[in-house]
Nanobody, 128 residues
Framework: QVQVVESGGGLVQAGGSLRLSCAAS?????????MGWFRQAPGKEREFVAA????????YYTDSVKGRFAISRGNAKNTVYLQMNSLKPEDTAVYYC????????????????????WGQGTQVTVSS
């Protein structure tokens, strides 16, 4: 069974930065998995934040985080990071990491239903 584990959440003031980490392991997980970040605020649906294709060649972001967040893979292809800068109170949510087999393009990477494995989430709270 593939396990996906996020870390790095916390409480930060508006304008600050956080870096989330995600590591996937076990089961059939291989380097051919795209990785995505989603978030869910209280009372709202889970929304796409950012994703990186299995090759690492393509990255995608939701409009509200473009220019502030950056997704990247570690040297070990089973790790992915989300660098979050210039954080705003509206970024407050539980952030989830997910893995999608052979994911490459935006239409599939932005769709939570197309992901195969999910982490348990990490809380990010941005105070004003």
């Amino acid at each position: 069974q593939v396990q996906v584990v996020e870390s790095g959440g916390g409480l930060v003031q508006a304008g600050g930065s956080l870096r989330l980490s995600c590591a996937a392991s076990g089961g059939t997980f291989s380097s051919n998995y795209a990785m995505g970040w989603f978030r869910q605020a209280p009372g709202k649906e889970r929304e796409f934040v950012a994703a990186i294709s299995w090759s690492g060649d393509n990255t995608y972001y939701t409009d509200s985080v473009k220019g502030r967040f950056a997704i990247s893979r570690g040297n070990a292809k089973n790790t992915v990071y989300l660098q979050m800068n210039s954080l705003k109170p509206e970024d407050t949510a539980v952030y989830y990491c997910a893995a999608q087999s052979s994911g490459t393009y935006y239409d599939s990477l932005r769709s939570p239903s197309l992901y195969d494995y999910w982490g348990q989430g990490t809380q990010v709270t941005v105070s004003s």
